[in-house]
């Protein structure tokens, strides 16, 4: 198994930026797919970027251009550089790690972002 903690979220006005960290309790060398999600209120969890070993990328539509998601293999962490804010990206983003040949799921706990107007 594969703990994860989030970091980073917090209160910003629109148009500012913020880095979320995800910390692994493990070598993220050969984990699958590392992700990053969110869920606002009343909303289903919706994916937001994804990086696999191989460091591809992709991205909701929405957050095209303005968030990065970026991998350091020594640090045991996976990053979220978001700029451009907007309100719209208010929500509680959670890690994910899926690794193993029975593609496990790992969640963390939960960082809230919120983005005032």
């Known amino acids: 198994q594969v703990q994860l903690v989030e970091s980073g979220g917090g209160l910003v006005q629109a148009g500012g930026s913020l880095r979320l960290s995800c910390a692994a309790s493990?070598?993220?060398?050969?984990?699958?797919?590392l992700g990053w999600y969110r869920q606002a209120p009343g909303k289903q969890r919706e994916l937001v970027a994804t990086?696999?070993?191989?460091?591809?990328?992709n991205y909701a539509d929405s957050v095209k251009g303005r968030f990065t998601i970026s991998r350091d293999n020594a640090k045991n962490t996976v990053y979220l550089q978001m700029t451009s804010l907007k309100p719209e990206d208010t929500a509680v983003y959670y890690c994910?790690?899926?690794?193993?040949?029975?593609?496990?799921?790992?969640w963390g706990q939960g960082t809230q972002v919120t983005v005032s107007s």
């Open positions: 990086i696999t070993t191989g460091d591809s990328t």
């Open positions: 493990r070598s993220i060398f050969s984990i699958n797919t």
């Open positions: 994910n790690a899926q690794y193993g040949f029975l593609l496990t799921n790992s």
